[in-house]
């Protein structure tokens, strides 16, 4: 099941951005649509006045997603960065998440899109890999609702200062 496909121009409205900013810090980030048909994940990392994240996240209306294993990214990323997935579900608290860094690929392709080669890699990311945190910090609680998954984020941060840049062309449920 396809959650979100980055062709369509209006693919980003409802992403928003959550960075270091709301304890003080620098960094910055945003995820916009290429006319080439991908999403992009990109700021920059600072680590001043105590900052060190960035993300984005999209909020929906809750969907059952209990009948799929995990979620699938398509994406093109920079080897030297490393990412994380948050998921919510309905009863998740405002400053919790439930969080899975991304893989390794199971497939990649190749792609050429304005002149420029992409290689595009699935990740699969099994929703048993989610597990809760509160402002960076592993808690107890009880596994992610699957029922009813409202919420679905995008972050880099492990003090991985500097700009960065993350294709994406879907998001999916496998």
């Known amino acids: 099941m396809i959650l979100f496909d980055f062709k369509d121009l209006d693919a980003a409205k409802s992403w928003y951005g959550v960075n270091d900013t709301v304890m ?37 209306s809750p969907l059952d997603v209990g009948e799929f294993s995990g979620i699938y990214l398509e994406l093109d990323r920079d080897r030297s960065k490393h990412y994380k997935v948050n998921l919510k579900d309905a009863d998740t608290p405002q400053s919790t998440v439930y969080q899975a860094p991304m893989p390794d690929a199971k497939h990649q392709s190749f792609g050429v899109n304005g002149g420029s080669i992409i290689h595009w890699q699935r990740i699969e990311i099994p929703f048993t890999a989610f597990h809760p945190q509160c402002r960076g910090k592993p808690i107890e609680r009880a596994a992610i609702d699957l029922s009813r998954l ?12 500097g700009d960065f840049s993350l294709k994406i062309k879907s998001i999916g449920c496998y």
């Open 24 to 60: 003080g810090g620098l960094s910055r980030s945003k995820l916009t649509i290429s006319p080439l048909g991908y999403g992009m994940f990109s700021g920059h990392v600072s680590l001043a006045n105590g900052g060190g994240f960035a993300s984005v996240r999209c909020e929906f």
């Open 150 to 161: 409202t919420s679905i984020g995008l972050v880099i941060g492990a003090q991985q200062s």
